[in-house]
Structure formats: C-alpha cells, structure tokens
Nanobody
Framework: QVQLVESGGGLVQAGGSLRLSCAAS????????MAWFRQAPGKEREFVAT????????NYADSVKGRFTMSRDKAKNTVYLQMNSLKSEDTAVYYC????????????????????WGQGTQVTVSS
C-alpha cells in the first residue's frame, strides 16, 4: 500500500494560481501512474489529471485543459498539480491517487482503477 499526503490547498481569488503537492511513501512510487481527482459539495468525485508511471505522458479533463499541469518528481516521490486561471467552479476537495497496477500510461481516469487515495486538500476559489 502506498501512502499519499496532499498539501498546497487554500483560498485564492478567481484568476489566481495554486500548486498542489502529493508526497508518496510505501510501495515503489515510481512504478505507478498517478492522478488527481476532485469532489465538490453534493457532487461525485471526478477526474482532473493523470500522469503515466514514466512521467512522459499526461491526460486532463476537458474542464481544466490548458489551465492545469500535472508533473512528477521521482527523486522526491512527489507529484504536483499546477493550477492557473482558477475559476469558482474549481472549488472542491482535491485528492491525489495512485494506480492499482504498475507500469501504466496516462490512463488513470476512473475511480475504479485507484489503489490508494490521499486524505484530500481543500481548494476554494472566490469570485
């Protein structure tokens, strides 16, 4: 089991930026594709971004494409989500997630494929 700890959430004005971090420990972090999901009040958890186990490819939800960038630093066992041009509809709890399986591409878009979740970090965008 891999343990995931998110940080970097907070309150920001619309149009601003935040960078979320997710520190991993436990299983061999570098062998797993990773993802960010988010959940707004009263809504289901939804896919935001994913990165392949190698870090060479990424995939984004249409709602954040062009504004968010996901990256990973294997030396630091950390993944990041850079969020720019934030909108009020980006307000949610953001969760870091690790794949159930190893050596996969940027395909981690479903909660059914998740092996480990972080505890979540709140992002609030004021308009």
């Amino acid at each position: 089991q891999v343990q995931l700890v998110e940080s970097g959430g907070g309150l920001v004005q619309a149009g601003g930026s935040l960078r979320l971090s997710c520190a991993a420990s436990g299983r061999t972090f570098s062998n797993y594709a990773m993802a960010w999901f988010r959940q707004a009040p009263g809504k289901e958890r939804e896919f935001v971004a994913t990165i392949s186990w190698s870090g060479g490819s990424t995939n984004y939800a249409d709602s954040v494409k062009g504004r968010f960038t996901m990256s990973r630093d294997k030396a630091k066992n950390t993944v990041y989500l850079q969020m720019n041009s934030l909108k009020s509809e980006d307000t949610a709890v953001y969760y870091c997630a690790a794949d159930k399986n190893v050596y996969r591409g940027a395909v981690l878009t479903s909660t059914r494929d998740i092996g480990s979740w972080g505890q979540g970090t709140q992002v609030t965008v004021s308009s």
